[in-house]
């Protein structure tokens, strides 16, 4: 069974800072991963998709890297802002070598202070 | 253009009710996902459709639940006698997979909060 986890649950740094978020899971056998942010009282919102073949992606200031064989995932947000407070979450396939449904880890909860 | 919809967005019932949760996915998105997301407990996934078929309910968590999706498009979760650890956000997810596709991006709804009195 595929587990994620993410580290650390919580994190709170001041306005500007370079931070880096971690996940792992425990299946290696998997075609992507995904990192999504949640906004209180919200859903989910896709970050960054990386396909199993790949081993990083780039949206603005946000970059995440893959190492399947090590089972890690890396979202590393550049020049942070009060508007990155949020939850983060990876989801890998819920099934490892399938794509049906996606299993999360349980976040890490951003704040980053103006 | 229009994203994932949900309704309703909140749902307070009685225990021992039964209530239906409505999913619009994004239109042409032939894959439709449910999940639950619980106070301190994560996001689950429930179920899964390709068009009308549901391939994988290995994450429905118990017979009192079930779900059906109609035309490939609208889906319907139905929680029967509602128990008080039903109470959570269930979010509703959809993707492309057009051809087949394993990689395409999920796209999630609002989500709607029940609350099982």
């Known amino acids: 069974k595929q587990e994620v986890t993410q580290i650390p649950a919580a994190l709170s740094v001041p306005e500007g800072e370079n931070l880096v978020l971690n996940c792992s899971f425990t299946?290696?056998?998997?075609?992507?991963l995904q990192w999504f942010r949640q906004d209180p009282g919200k859903g989910l919102t896709s970050l960054l998709l990386?396909?199993?073949?790949?081993r990083e992606q780039t949206s603005g200031r946000l970059n995440a890297s893959l190492d399947k064989s090590s089972g890690r995932s890396t979202l590393y947000i550049a020049a942070s802002q009060p508007g990155d407070s949020a939850t983060y979450l990876c989801?890998?396939?819920?099934?490892?070598?399938?794509?049906?449904?996606?299993?999360f880890g349980k976040g890490t909860h951003l704040i980053i202070q103006p | 253009g229009a994203g994932v919809s949900q309704s309703p967005s909140n749902k307070v019932t009685e225990k021992g009710k039964d209530v239906e949760l409505r999913c619009d996915p994004i239109?042409?998105?032939?894959?439709l996902y449910w999940y639950r997301q619980s106070l301190g407990q994560g996001l689950e996934f429930l179920i899964y459709?390709?068009?009308?078929?549901?391939?994988?309910k290995s994450g429905l968590p118990s017979d009192r639940f079930s779900a059906e999706r109609t035309g490939g498009s609208v889906s319907t979760l139905t929680i029967q006698r509602t128990q008080q650890e039903d109470s959570a956000v269930y979010l509703c997810?959809?993707?492309?997979?057009?051809?087949?596709?394993?990689?395409?991006?999920?796209?999630f709804g609002p989500g709607t909060r029940l609350t099982v009195l």
């Open positions: 997810a959809s993707s492309l997979r057009s051809s087949g596709s394993l990689t395409d991006t999920q796209y």
């Open positions: 299946d290696s056998a998997i075609y992507n």
């Open positions: 990386i396909q199993s073949s790949q």
């Open positions: 989801a890998v396939p819920y099934s490892g070598g399938g794509a049906d449904g996606l299993t």
């Open positions: 239109s042409g998105h032939t894959a």
């Open positions: 459709f390709q068009g009308n078929s549901a391939p994988d």
